[in-house]
T-cell receptor, first 114, second 115 residues
Framework: DTEVTQTPKHLVMGMTNKKSLKCEQH?????MYWYKQKAKKPPELMFV???????INESVPSRFSPECPNSSLLNLHLHALQPEDSALYLC?????????????FGPGTRLTVT | AQSVTQLGSHVSVSEGALVLLRCNYS??????LFWYVQYPNQGLQLLLK??????LVKGINGFEAEFKKSETSFHLTKPSAHMSDAAEYFC?????????????FGTGTKLQVIP
């Protein structure tokens, strides 16, 4: 199984809502990532988890809160988002978080903040 | 600091023609190099990567890329374009080193295949 799954596929939320994005992989990867991708742009790294511990936070606003309950699951909790947070949110995983390891991406969650 | 430049934000080719997507990197030490493809409304998929060894790398779907240190390039090619190749292509680099090394993506090249 070389698949990273993400739910939901689409999400529309108001600025006062609380929602969560979910990501799952069963490849035994020990590094997981959240990226944000705006239209016609490359992905921008948000967070890196390595062995279930947060190792990188790219100065992401606190309205985004990541969580890694176990080695297969990664969540992104959303609260009080702004319209400019509307984007495609991609989850990825890799064998250790090392330089030569390619990342496997999920299909993404298309988020619209109204 | 490393960077990657993709020449041409849009490339159009006829079906059956050669595909050439350009990628140049800037790094004092040759990095690890990747090409990813993104189909509409999907995530990124690895096409191929160069870490060490043979400089001509073969990937999926008939794509290949050649690492040229003297030119700091890692161009992606495919001999004959197919309609299904229409997508966004990202070149990416990571520096050598242990532990997590941040991936730097190029700005992307949108490939259009004309029937």
């Amino acid at each position: 199984d070389t698949e990273v799954t993400q739910t939901p596929k689409h999400l529309v939320m108001g600025m006062t809502n609380k929602k969560s994005l979910k990501c799952e992989q069963h490849m035994g990867h020990r590094a997981m990532y959240w990226y944000k991708q705006k239209a016609k742009k490359p992905p921008e790294l948000m967070f890196v988890y390595s062995y279930e511990k947060l190792s990188i936070n790219e100065s992401v606003p606190s309205r985004f809160s990541p969580e890694c309950p176990n080695s297969s699951l990664l969540n992104l909790h959303l609260h009080a988002l702004q319209p400019e947070d509307s984007a495609l949110y991609l989850c990825a995983s890799s064998h250790p978080a090392g330089a030569g390891y390619e990342q496997y991406f999920g299909p993404g969650t298309r988020l619209t903040v109204t | 600091a490393q960077s990657v430049t993709q020449l041409g934000s849009h490339v159009s080719v006829s079906e059956g023609a050669l595909v050439l997507l350009r990628c140049n990197y800037s790094s004092s030490v040759p990095p690890y190099l990747f090409w990813y493809v993104q189909y509409p409304n999907q995530g990124l998929q690895l096409l191929l990567k160069y870490t060490t060894g043979a400089t001509l790398v073969k990937g999926i779907n008939g794509f290949e890329a050649e690492f040229k240190k003297s030119e700091t390039s890692f161009h992606l090619t495919k001999p004959s374009a197919h309609m299904s190749d229409a997508a966004e292509y990202f070149c990416a680099v990571t520096p050598l080193g242990g532990g997590y090394q941040k991936v730097t993506f190029g700005t992307g090249t949108k490939l259009q295949v004309i029937p």
